[in-house]
């Protein structure tokens, strides 16, 4: 089974603003759309990210308060309809032949972030719009290089909501901390400013990826490659946004979170954004020719020459 018509991201994606929308009537709160104003201010920091023809306003935006969808469509109008999924997360659906954001409402992501002991400002619901708005990007103009990355193989609804890949790593601690170890010599690398450091690390990574990937199934490899390939860019995309915003806020949200092993799909987040994050040091404009085929870690492999 693959995991296109939706992709979740049970962790942290715009509308068309043009003028005013009538908010009272369809439902839309004021500080949803006031999100969406200041993501949209923010197209030239998304810009200088670097990915060719990502733009924000290219796909509607649906507000879920668990009960209704109020949507913000493309050319500014507003509608509030019945839910088109069940499942309350921030996500990029296909819906009517057109992927649409689809994301918790700023109220809502407040109070499950306080039940959780967190908290959930402007600055968090922007970079969530901006993620999603990534996947819809992704699967709009790259679905058949996504698709690719698990063709010939069957996985079941069980497999894509993380069973296989907390199964793999809950029977073999010797794969987790070599994935530790990856991650930080990666938090390393991107920090170094002699490019033969930065080589030598990677050395390193590499050998211990090739041992770790020995450990694991063949299963658990294409799955990790999925999620680090389509989930890590766009925890990237999160990132610079967040930084965008605030260099504080990147430091507080991101600086631990890139080294530390988490279960789920979650720990690919963190393993294919500090990817991307050590090719901005390589090459700043590696995001303008990337499609979604490959690992970030073979352009890193390629441009060192390790």
Request: net charge negative; glycine share 8%.
């Amino acid at each position: 089974m693959k995991l296109i018509n939706m992709m979740v991201s049970g962790i942290t994606g715009i509308a068309l603003l043009t003028g005013s929308i009538a908010t009272a009537a369809n439902g839309i709160s004021d500080e949803d759309m006031a999100c969406c104003k200041k993501a949209l201010s923010m197209q030239s920091d998304a810009d200088d990210i670097g990915f060719e023809g990502f733009r924000l306003a290219d796909c509607d935006v649906v507000f879920n308060d668990g009960r209704h969808d109020y949507v913000v469509h493309t050319d500014g109008s507003s509608e509030k309809r019945s839910p088109v999924i069940s499942t309350f997360a921030a996500t990029a659906y296909e819906n009517d032949g057109s992927f649409e954001v689809i994301v918790p409402t700023k109220a809502s992501m407040g109070t499950l972030a306080v039940m959780m002991g967190g908290e959930w400002d402007e600055a968090h619901q922007v970079s969530t719009i901006w993620h999603e708005a990534f996947h819809c990007f992704q699967l709009t103009n790259f679905r058949g290089n996504i698709e690719g990355l698990t063709n010939g193989h069957t996985f079941s609804k069980e497999d894509f909501s993380e069973k296989l890949i907390n199964d793999e790593y809950a029977k073999n601690e010797k794969a987790k901390q070599l994935f530790t170890k990856q991650l930080e010599i990666l938090d390393k690398a991107r920090r170094e400013e002699d490019i033969d450091n930065i080589r030598e690390d990677m050395l390193k990574y590499k050998q211990l990826d090739t041992e770790r990937r020995e450990l694991i199934s063949g299963d658990a490899e294409i799955l990790e490659d999925y999620y680090t390939i389509v989930e890590g860019t766009a925890f990237y995309v999160e990132m610079m946004m967040t930084e965008a915003q605030s260099e504080e806020n990147f430091v507080k949200e991101y600086d631990s979170r890139l080294t530390v092993f988490a279960e789920g799909s979650s720990k690919y987040y963190s393993l294919g954004g500090a990817q991307c994050l050590l090719l901005d040091r390589l090459d700043s404009e590696w995001e303008a020719g990337y499609d979604f085929s490959v690992p970030m870690s073979e352009l890193i492999y390629e441009k060192l020459g390790v």
